[in-house]
């Protein structure tokens, strides 16, 4: 009977330590997206603002 009950408690513990692992992983994952989004945001925003910069200097020359 022990055997069952210890076996129960440690599928329990597995189970438990897998789901704090997969939302871990989540987590980072989530995190990365946001900085890989970030950083392309920025870098569209660079990209235009040089476009903007070029046509106003070739508007006034």
Not at 32 to 37: I, Q
């Amino acid at each position: 009977m022990y055997e069952y009950e210890i076996s129960q408690l440690r599928s329990a513990e597995l189970i438990r330590q897998a789901e704090q692992e997969r939302l871990a992983r989540e987590v980072v994952r989530g995190r990365r997206a946001a900085r890989h989004e970030a950083t392309r945001h920025a870098a569209e925003d660079e990209s235009h603002s040089r476009a903007l910069r070029r046509l106003r200097s070739a508007r006034a020359a």
